[in-house]
Structures are given as C-alpha cells and as structure tokens.
C-alpha cells in the first residue's frame, strides 16, 4: 500500500479570503500515464442544504476514486449525527479512518470546508485546519498552494480569483492536473 500522503493524479485547493472560502479542483484522471477523462469533478457540496438548496459543507477530493466516494457517504454520515459541526464530524471520520481495519487501505486525501473552517484530512489520522487559509493536496498541491499564498499576500483578489489562477499555474507545471476546473464557493 502506497503512503496516502503522495497522492498523484489531482489537485484541490482551498482559499479563504474574509468572509469567502473557495475551494477548486480539476478535472483530470489518469490511469499511469494516460489521461483518460479530463473533466471529472472531484469537488462537491455535502451536508445540510442551506435555504439555496446547496450543501453546507464542500468537499475536495483526492486519490482513488472509489476510495474518496467512501470517505465522502462516511463524512456526509458524520456531519448527519453532528450537524454544524464540521470539525466534529471530521475528527470522528479521522478516528475511524485510522482505526477502522477497512478505511485504513483507503488511498485517498480530502479537503473539507463550511463557512467557520477548512480542514485537511488524511488517513494518517490528520485533521489539519491551514495557518494561512490555504490549503491543497493531490500532485500539483504544492504547486497550487505556493502560488496561492503569493496572490493572497500580495494582491487583493478574492478567494475565487485567487483558487483560479492558482490552480491555472498549477496545471501548466504538473502533468497530473488540468485546467478544467470545478469551483464551489461559500460566502
């Protein structure tokens, strides 16, 4: 079993500016070496629907498919016993990840975030809230990341933009990420 902290093969990204949290994915899947869908969308609304209809909570996945549409029913089921509380319900689903004789062979990485928090999620048993409010995993994360933190230090543009174009750099760098993205806002 690979470490599930190397993930290869995507890139999620989540950016908090002020009141706004953004988080963006893209549309790649890759079987080795080859692209085999490049419009997959690995972020998505969970939870509670809020009166607009959308989840409360969304969630950015990396890994194995099947494996991250595990953690994803697990988490919806967690937020369902503690509603609102997504810290919660993370460090539950994290405590079962890591204990759970079956969970613990997932190969897969998620972004969490609602309006308070964003959360990394690991199957290491992390749940690991940003210092900066940015955040990103898969293979283009760091990519994403450090050019994330550049925009958000060093010009005004809100979380949207800013997921945006960092998640544009990511794509030209890494082989694993496209620019067809998937971008789910709370403000």
């Known amino acids: 079993m690979s470490n599930p902290i190397e993930m290869h093969g995507t890139t999620i990204l989540a950016v908090r500016r002020g009141d706004t949290v953004c988080v963006g994915g893209d549309g790649q899947v890759s079987l080795g070496q080859t692209v085999v869908k490049g419009d997959a969308r690995k972020v998505r609304r969970i939870g509670h629907k809020d009166p607009g ?5 969304i969630a950015g996945f ?22 609102t509380q997504l810290t919660r319900a993370a460090v539950e ?3 079962d990840w890591r204990m759970d004789r079956y969970l613990r062979r997932l190969e897969a990485m998620m972004i969490v975030a609602d ?42 543009l809100g979380a949207e933009d800013i997921v945006r174009k960092a998640m544009k750099i990511a794509a030209e760098v890494c082989v694993y990420t496209n620019d067809s993205l998937t971008v789910e806002i709370i403000s």
């Open 115 to 156: 309006k308070d928090v964003t959360l990394t999620l690991t199957g290491a048993g992390d749940v690991i809230e940003p210092q900066f409010g940015v955040t990103a995993i898969g293979s283009g994360g760091e990519f994403a990341r450090a050019a994330a933190r550049a925009l958000l230090e060093e010009t005004d």
């Open 93 to 95: 689903l994290a405590k």
């Open 53 to 57: 209809g959308q989840g409360g909570v």
């Open 62 to 83: 990396a890994g194995a498919t099947a494996d991250a549409f595990t953690l994803l029913e697990r988490l919806e089921a967690k937020l369902e016993q503690h509603p």
